[in-house]
């Protein structure tokens, strides 16, 4: 069972800046797409941010220049950089990766995975 565990949540002021971390517990997951999406309370979850293998971008236009995604493909890590934040960030985030499994040459298994998600509260 290949789990995406995420880490970094907690509670800012606005202006404030925090690191979240999603991390894929299997060597052997092989993630193509990674991505951060986020739910607040009363909407529906959103697409954040987004890089593929090839290390393309997509970062969604109200967090454009205050965001970052990253990743270490060594790690199997995809990291959100959130810097200048606002109380209208302030949502539960999930980490999402597409990837393929690999039990050998002959078994290999696509998998769409989610993270059990991490609460970013950004209040004064």
């Known amino acids: 069972q290949v789990q995406l565990m995420e880490s970094g949540g907690g509670s800012v002021p606005p202006g404030g800046s925090l690191r979240l971390t999603c991390v894929a517990s299997?060597?052997?997951?092989?993630?193509?797409?990674m991505a951060w999406y986020r739910q607040a309370p009363g909407k529906e979850r959103e697409l954040v941010a987004s890089?593929?293998?090839?290390?393309?971008?997509y970062v969604e236009d109200s967090v454009k220049g205050r965001f970052t995604i990253s990743r270490d493909n060594a790690k199997n890590t995809v990291y959100l950089q959130m810097n200048s934040l606002k109380p209208e960030d302030t949502a539960v985030y999930y980490c999402?990766?597409?990837?393929?499994?690999?039990?050998?040459?002959?078994?290999?298994?696509?998998?769409?995975?989610w993270g059990q998600g991490t609460l970013v509260t950004v209040s004064s």
């Open positions: 999402q990766a597409n990837g393929i499994l690999v039990f050998s040459i002959e078994d290999q298994r696509y998998l769409e995975l």
């Open positions: 299997k060597r052997n997951f092989n993630p193509k797409a």
């Open positions: 890089i593929s293998s090839d290390y393309s971008i």
